[in-house]
């Protein structure tokens, strides 16, 4: 039987465990692997304390300070497949069919990016194919981009690259957008970016990096860069018959406590609605500080 049940080893997880240990929480990490999307990220330079730092990297010194600093938290590589609550408890089921106890739950899955599918677009990540116009705009001064998607996430992305590039294409399948008339208004006005509307992309192209991009016209669009922003997809699912309540989109509502409606559950990081417009590691962190600390809250008032 643990106090603490963390269910992710992201960034979000890995913080909610530190803070869980540090108020002498028996604490357990539950995850297929350590780290998530930020594995993803070559460059991380807007997180404190690091001029520039990769995010396995990152990853591996928040591993490090829980092995190191807390020898005796818990890490089982798997994944859950189901969460129940059986006489006050938690029965947390794996894909290895073993079974975990606990009195509270964090869930910290965080989210996988929407992709395209298109040719290219694995071969060329982090080699100019990027899912975070926030993270990854500086990188691509004074280069050709194009940005894929109709959404808000889109538009944003585009006002985000902007001030970097030379030139920012922003690609829709349809003729009209998804998101916001302000944020397309906002985007009308910038002075180096171009709609590119009625167009999907077909294919990245390039050597060592992106050279350009095959459009379903037959047309080449000569490009140093690719961010698809067509929205994440929250790794919920085996929490939605524990009865905890989340949007439309899979996002888990939460409060100031991170806690969700289900009590005992407390939830941080991408998956939660409070950060589905700021998917940045700083954020996620905060979240999974504040979810360890009320969950041993809840445990200690048990």
Do not use: W
Request: one cysteine or more.
């Amino acid at each position: 039987m643990f106090d603490v049940v963390v269910v992710g080893g992201g960034p979000a997880g890995l913080t909610a465990a530190v803070y869980a240990l540090r108020r002498g929480m028996k604490t357990v990490v539950v995850t297929p692997e350590i780290g998530g999307r930020v594995m993803l990220a070559h460059h991380v330079e807007n997180y404190p304390g690091f001029i520039s730092i990769t995010g396995p990297d990152l990853v591996k010194k928040m591993e490090e300070q829980i092995r190191k600093n807390h020898p005796d938290c818990d890490f089982v590589m798997d994944s859950v497949y189901d969460v129940k609550k059986v006489k006050g408890f938690f029965e947390i089921l794996l894909k290895s069919r073993k079974k975990i106890s606990g009195k509270s739950v964090i869930i910290a899955t965080g989210t996988e990016d929407k992709s395209l599918k298109i040719k290219g677009e694995r071969e060329f990540l982090g080699k100019g194919v990027t899912y975070c116009s926030t993270c990854d705009s500086p990188l691509f001064r004074n280069k050709v981009v194009a940005v894929v998607g109709g959404g808000n996430s889109a538009l944003v992305g585009v006002q985000e690259v902007s001030p970097y590039a030379s030139k920012v294409y922003l690609i829709h399948r349809r003729s009209e957008f998804r998101g916001d008339v302000v944020e397309v208004e906002r985007v009308k006005k910038l002075r180096n970016a171009e709609f590119v509307l009625d167009e999907e992309v077909m294919e990245v192209y390039g050597d060592t990096v992106v050279k350009g991009l095959k459009l379903k016209s037959g047309k080449n669009l000569k490009v140093d860069g690719l961010f698809i922003e067509i929205g994440v997809t929250p790794l919920t699912q085996f929490i939605k018959k524990l009865g905890v309540k989340v949007t439309s989109q899979g996002f888990v509502e939460v409060n100031d406590k991170q806690e969700t409606s289900v009590d005992g559950v407390f939830a941080a990081g991408d998956i939660t609605t409070k950060n589905a417009n700021l998917l940045q590691i700083v954020h996620a962190t905060s979240e999974g500080a504040i979810a360890g600390f009320f969950a041993s809250t809840f445990v200690n008032d048990l």
